[in-house]
């Protein structure tokens, strides 16, 4: 049974991880290619610095994602 479980998990985890990318690409691709196109290439880690960067300019769902996944304040 255990052996389930450790298998299950990172499963659902991963699941997780594939919806919160679907849904954050859904929200923030407008405002990336908008503000932070510079920075394509460099990895999710500086987007997302370019986006905190420019927290004030973001559109409403790409700035209500980030701040629901806690990546804003």
Known sequence: ML???VTVVPAIAAAQDAQ?????????TPD???LCKKFFGQGDMVILKCFQD????LST???KFL???GQLN
């Open 3 to 5: 052996a389930i479980g």
């Open 20 to 28: 919160n990318r679907r849904r954050g690409n859904d929200a923030c």
């Open 32 to 34: 990336a290619e908008r």
């Open 54 to 57: 420019s927290h004030t300019r």
């Open 61 to 63: 769902p790409c700035r």
């Open 67 to 69: 701040t629901e996944i």
